[in-house]
């Protein structure tokens, strides 16, 4: 017998379905909302210009972001900012490199998960993600924003729950050639990336490669756990009735 996800999985190989993904898309119209409203887009009259819109900015992620050397110290807000942080990006290309990657990756992964489960997933760990780089800089005064460590986990989900779906990837030393490899090849390679970035990455402003590497396992570990078993299916053919009896 094969599961309602397998039939549906067929029938999007076939064209004939397509992936329906609410909470995705409601993530990512979150997140640019957020943002257009916010004084990173600098698009809000109320946030002034010039020195007064750099100063509103930085406390505006001071306050919505995760400050590492505040969120231990046991104040109730600060233990929320790992969630709030999720929707406050930093700049456009910050947001719009998000978001892409939450849509090339999160429509399939909400289909198998499911909206709630999927829901939880994001927001826990994106929450752990951003939790555990704090831990690693304990003594950072600098503010963390962004998606990048729920996305990160989704990646990682994608890559065990579809290790042989070809995603699209822009080669540098290729001319940023369109080419298209499967998951298993570019996921473990952009993790790897990481790994290398965040051995490299200077103390202060910057990307948070280690919340990436962070909820990358946790995505990985976490499908493979709760969905790795019953991620492939063998199909089987049915068994012949016995004569003078009907099939199902």
Same mark, same amino acid.
């Given at each position: 017998?094969?599961?309602?996800?397998?039939?549906?999985?067929?029938?999007?190989?076939?064209?004939?379905?397509?992936?329906?993904?609410?909470?995705?898309?409601?993530?990512?119209?979150?997140?640019?909302?957020?943002? @257009?409203? *916010?004084? !990173? &887009?600098?698009?809000?009259?109320?946030?002034? +210009?010039?020195?007064?819109?750099?100063? /509103?900015?930085? $406390?505006?992620?001071?306050?919505?972001?995760?400050?590492?050397?505040?969120?231990?110290?046991?104040?109730?807000?600060?233990?929320?900012?790992?969630?709030?942080?999720?929707?406050?990006?930093?700049?456009?290309?910050?947001?719009?490199?998000?978001?892409?990657?939450?849509?090339?990756?999160?429509?399939?992964?909400?289909?198998?998960?499911?909206?709630?489960?999927?829901?939880?997933?994001?927001?826990?760990?994106?929450?752990?993600? @951003?939790? *555990?780089? !704090? &831990?690693?800089?304990?003594?950072?005064?600098? +503010?963390?924003?962004?998606?990048?460590? /729920?996305?990160? $986990?989704?990646?990682?989900?994608?890559?065990?729950?579809?290790?042989?779906?070809?995603?699209?990837?822009?080669?540098?030393?290729?001319?940023?050639?369109?080419?298209?490899?499967?998951?298993?090849?570019?996921?473990?390679?952009?993790?790897?990336?990481?790994?290398?970035?965040?051995?490299?990455?200077?103390?202060?402003?910057?990307?948070?490669?280690?919340?990436?590497?962070?909820?990358?396992?946790?995505?990985?570990?976490?499908?493979?756990?709760?969905?790795?078993?019953?991620?492939?299916?063998?199909?089987?053919?049915?068994?012949?009735?016995?004569?003078?009896?009907?099939?199902?």
């Amino acid at each position: 017998m094969i599961s309602d996800w397998n039939r549906r999985a067929g029938r999007v190989v076939e064209g004939m379905h397509r992936p329906v993904a609410p909470v995705t898309y409601t993530l990512i119209a979150l997140c640019c909302l957020i943002f @257009l409203v *916010g004084p !990173a &887009a600098g698009l809000n009259p109320a946030y002034g +210009s010039g020195d007064e819109l750099l100063a /509103a900015q930085r $406390a505006y992620f001071r306050r919505w972001g995760v400050v590492p050397a505040e969120l231990f110290e046991g104040s109730a807000r600060a233990a929320l900012t790992p969630a709030t942080a999720l929707f406050v990006h930093g700049s456009w290309v910050h947001l719009l490199g998000n978001m892409l990657f939450l849509h090339v990756f999160g429509v399939m992964t909400e289909e198998r998960l499911g909206r709630v489960e999927f829901t939880l997933f994001y927001l826990g760990c994106g929450y752990l993600a @951003l939790l *555990g780089y !704090a &831990a690693a800089n304990a003594d950072s005064e600098q +503010s963390l924003v962004g998606a990048s460590g /729920a996305i990160s $986990a989704v990646l990682g989900a994608f890559l065990c729950l579809f290790p042989r779906a070809r995603v699209t990837s822009l080669l540098p030393f290729l001319f940023f050639l369109p080419l298209r490899f499967p998951a298993w090849i570019v996921l473990p390679f952009w993790a790897a990336l990481q790994w290398l970035a965040a051995g490299r990455a200077p103390e202060g402003p910057g990307v948070a490669y280690l919340a990436h590497l962070v909820g990358f396992g946790l995505g990985f570990g976490y499908a493979w756990a709760r969905h790795g078993r019953t991620t492939r299916v063998k199909v089987t053919p049915p068994t012949p009735a016995p004569e003078g009896e009907n099939q199902p």
